[in-house]
């Protein structure tokens, strides 16, 4: 099975003065079990194209493929229940997810909903909210009374302890202080290999080319490109013309070669920047 | 001291209900005109630093805590002239907007300041050009995306330009050419009119070009120094869950397998130079 769009279109607050195209014509299929990056400049359509993987907006037109269910203009709620249950979306902005008195009940919340006992939901709770890194004295508080990127921790958690088959992530490192951010990625990343399908919504591009096997780029509602990291990476003109950038050891890999040095081809992380570097250095026979 | 425009000293504060201080006994200063960067692990305090500087939050009681901006001493009487000189731009934008346009909400802290009508339609429509979003003047801004909200947010304080602006992470959902134009945007206006900035943050590149860094953990200050005097301490960089920028990982990764590097290098730039002349010199 696969995810499938076909010709979704998607239109805000249509037949108003405000009417906006979120989506136009977006088709692609990505295979289960892949981590895939959604990149693309502000206000490109990232949030609005993830929230049509849950049900969460319903495609204006065409149709979507996901968790052998199809949603469509007037998919019925039962149905999109089932599907929320297997498809988990972290929003942007963790605060909209948050709204029971304590963490702990907030963590239990999308497991007790999607039918796990009160004792199972309880036991992935602290199981995850272990796991994100949030101290244990949190659990006990208001999810209201927590810095920034305790509250983020509280939104992963609360998705991953009903362990979705597909995990949507709409920028889930932003806030999070960087050691929380390895933590949190390779959480994901180990969530991927044990089968599941990762989606992540990203606007470092280390991270995408070190955790994502695919890739989509959107802009202003449209589809620009679907393909893997590499690829898009490796034309550095197209990623400028579009918003994005390099990882940053290609930058300066990229550098280096106007000075002179030679790659023999375009390092996307640190220790292949640095194996590239001495190797041109030795190859000289200094040192 | 005269070229401070912030003075903190033994600041604590302990929230409602619990056990330990956010912030434990802090004490730091801020250069007028500095770009002033904090860091640290989630939940270490920084956001209730930024509250407490606004007057948004008050102290522990503590005969010895001071906190000064542009030489007022803030206590409730002069509270509201603090916050004149005071703008921050909050965490999550959505905390920031009171108007139903974009508009309006960027003319309202002129309208508090009784800026008359027609400079402040001028103000008004400059800042929200210079961020991008002219497009979205008339929309509601709890309707535009992440990056957009945050946009707005920033040109709101612009507007004002108040005399030390605060930006707790401000442009962490920014596309990374829209990050660099916002940051490149408030360097200039920071540079036009002297104006000091303190930024929260836990992007690693923008903090590798503040003037100085301050290192929370915990409710404490672990540190305080040059960019370049923060880096070089790897065992402060480890428990403050930091991460170093990427030309300092080269070149510590280079000086590990027997590459000489001088520890002087302190941006990218530089490091380019030098690997291009012992590249040459080879
Ligand atoms: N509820 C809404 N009503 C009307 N327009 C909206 C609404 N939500 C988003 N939009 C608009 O739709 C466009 C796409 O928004 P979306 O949130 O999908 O962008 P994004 O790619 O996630 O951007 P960012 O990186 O800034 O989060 C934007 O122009 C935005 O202003
Ligand atoms: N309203 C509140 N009530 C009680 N405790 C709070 C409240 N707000 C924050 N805290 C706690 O105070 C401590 C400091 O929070 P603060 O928001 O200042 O952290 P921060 O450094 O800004 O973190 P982040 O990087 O995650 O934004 C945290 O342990 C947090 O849980
Ligand atoms: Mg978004
Ligand atoms: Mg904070």
């Not at chain 1, 999308?110 to 272990?130: D, M, V, Y």
């Not at chain 1, 951010?181 to 399908?197: C, M, S």
């Not at chain 2, 990374?176 to 836990?202: M, R, W, Y």
Request: aromatic share 8%.
């Amino acid at each position: 099975m696969s995810i499938k769009f076909k010709n979704v279109d998607y239109v805000y607050a249509p037949g108003t003065p405000f009417q906006t195209q979120g989506l136009s014509n977006i088709s692609f299929e990505i295979k289960d079990g892949s981590f895939v990056a959604i990149a693309g400049h502000t206000g490109s359509g990232k949030s609005t194209l993830m929230q049509h993987f849950d049900g969460l907006l319903l495609p204006s037109k065409g149709s979507i493929t996901i968790a052998n269910q199809t949603i469509t203009v007037d998919t019925p709620n039962k149905v999109l229940k089932e599907i929320r249950k297997k498809v988990g979306l972290v929003f942007q902005f963790p605060e909209n997810q948050l709204f029971e008195e304590t963490v702990l009940k907030d963590v239990m919340f999308g497991s007790l909903n999607f039918g796990f006992s009160e004792e199972k939901a309880k036991e992935q709770a602290i199981r995850w909210i272990e796991k994100v890194g949030l101290p244990e004295e949190t659990m006990s508080k208001s999810p209201f009374e927590l810095s920034g990127g305790q509250m983020r921790r509280v939104a992963i958690a609360g998705v991953m302890a009903y362990e979705p088959d597909i995990l949507c992530l709409d920028e889930p490192a932003a806030g999070l202080d960087p050691e929380g951010q390895k933590q949190i990625f390779d959480i994901f990343k180990n969530y991927q290999k044990l089968g599941h399908t990762v989606i992540l919504i990203s606007h470092n591009m280390d991270d995408i080319s070190k955790y994502a096997d695919d890739m989509l780029v959107l802009e202003q509602g449209h589809m620009i490109k679907h393909a893997s990291p590499k690829e898009v990476f490796s034309d550095a003109d197209w990623v400028k013309k579009h918003y994005l950038d390099e990882p940053a050891p290609s930058k300066l890999a990229r550098s280096l070669q106007k000075v002179g040095f030679h790659f023999s081809s375009m390092p996307l992380t640190v220790e292949s920047l640095v194996e590239e570097i001495s190797k041109e250095l030795r190859a000289k026979g200094g040192n | 001291m005269k070229d401070n425009i912030v003075t903190v000293q033994h600041l604590s504060f302990t929230y409602k209900d619990t056990k330990h201080p956010a912030v434990n006994d802090v004490s730091f200063n801020i250069p007028k005109g500095s770009w002033t960067t904090l860091v640290g692990h989630n939940g270490s305090g920084k956001s209730t630093i930024a509250r407490l500087l606004d007057g948004i939050l008050l102290p522990d009681e503590n005969s010895e805590t001071l906190i000064q901006i542009d030489g007022i001493t803030l206590n409730e009487k002069t509270m509201w002239d603090i916050r004149d000189k005071v703008g921050i731009v909050f965490q999550n934008p959505d905390n920031q907007f009171v108007g139903a346009t974009v508009e309006d909400d960027v003319a309202f802290g002129l309208e508090n300041r009784q800026v008359p009508r027609l400079k402040m339609q001028t103000i008004v429509h400059d800042v929200i050009n210079q961020v991008g979003m002219l497009k979205f003047q008339k929309s509601e801004p709890q309707y535009l995306s992440g990056g957009q909200k945050q946009r707005v947010a920033i040109a709101g304080i612009l507007a004002i330009g108040p005399k030390l602006i605060i930006l707790d992470e401000s442009t962490s959902m920014l596309d990374p050419a829209g990050k660099d134009k916002i940051l490149a945007l408030i360097k200039k206006v920071q540079k036009e009119n002297g104006l000091t900035i303190f930024s929260i943050t836990h992007d690693i590149n923008e903090a590798s070009q503040a003037d100085q860094i301050l290192v929370l953990n915990q409710g404490t200050l672990l540190a305080s120094g040059s960019p370049i005097e923060i880096f070089k301490d790897e065992s402060l960089i480890k428990s403050a869950g930091l991460e170093l920028p990427l030309f300092y990982k080269v070149k510590n990764k280079l000086i590990k397998r027997g590459i000489s590097v001088p520890q002087e290098i302190d941006n990218e730039k530089k490091l380019v130079n030098y690997l291009c002349q012992l590249n040459l010199k080879m």
